[in-house]
């Protein structure tokens, strides 16, 4: 598929903190919205995804590692999910010259997800290191949509700073931060939450989880029947 059939697409950073999970659901998520992606790996994410998932991400194998990671579930599952990625396009972490590096290269906006302490740092500093910071300081200053889902705790005062520097800057700094009033029932419902509400910040439709509407009591109603209906068709 040529760039003219996938879209203007969202840039997805993943960097080294722990949290491959969220990354994966975040990207399947936008693939089934019809959005194309720009996917750019840290090298520090490499091993991260190494040591979540048990494969490698490979620069001149990036399709069918990328292919398995997100086939795999949150709670270490194979093949749970299947996804179309003919509208994934990947550039290499150390490619300062790649496309979304400048600002004349038509995105919609980056979602970094997960994003580390390290990360933080030298994208609020303006280091531009490698293609995630580089991309990350071009969405700045085009006054496109940048979303920081920071994965880490506690958080220290200089990475707390850093934050603030994003916030003004324009980011939404959105910690990878789960709820539990959508009745979840499984890890995988735990970081869906957390990709759908990376989601919403860029308005991208979506129905990774259950929406608050006002009505006490009803995720642990929910919980309860579908437990129910477990124990029905365990019994049978």
Not at 34 to 60: H, I, K, W, Y
Not at 151 to 167: F, I, K, N, Y
Not at 221 to 229: E, K, M, S, W, Y
């Amino acid at each position: 598929m040529d760039d003219s059939e996938r879209g203007t697409p969202w840039v997805v950073g993943v960097s080294g903190a722990s949290g491959t999970p969220y990354a994966a659901a975040v990207l399947r998520a936008l693939l089934q919205a019809g959005e194309a992606v720009d996917l750019v790996v840290s090298r520090a994410a490499r091993l991260t995804v190494l040591d979540e998932t048990g494969g490698p991400f490979r620069d001149a194998h990036w399709r069918e590692d990328l292919a398995r990671w997100l086939a795999r579930g949150a709670d270490g599952t194979p093949d749970r999910f299947e996804t179309d990625l003919s509208r994934v396009r990947y550039w290499p972490a150390g490619d300062l010259a790649a496309g979304p590096s400048s600002g004349s290269y038509p995105v919609k906006g980056m979602l970094i997800v997960p994003a580390s302490t390290a990360c933080v740092a030298g994208v609020a500093l303006g280091l531009s290191k490698d293609l995630l910071q580089r991309v990350a300081s071009v969405t700045l200053k085009e006054r496109r949509p940048l979303v920081v889902a920071v994965r880490e705790t506690p958080l220290g005062g200089q990475t707390l700073r850093h934050l603030v520097a994003l916030d003004e800057a324009g980011a939404v700094v959105l910690p990878a931060s789960p709820a539990f009033y959508a009745g979840a029932r499984d890890i995988q419902d735990l970081v869906d939450f957390v990709a759908g509400r990376v989601l919403d910040a860029v308005h991208v439709p979506h129905t990774l989880y259950r929406r608050w509407e006002g009505e006490l009591g009803a995720a642990g109603a929910g919980a309860d029947g579908a437990a129910a209906t477990d124990a029905q068709g365990t019994s049978a």
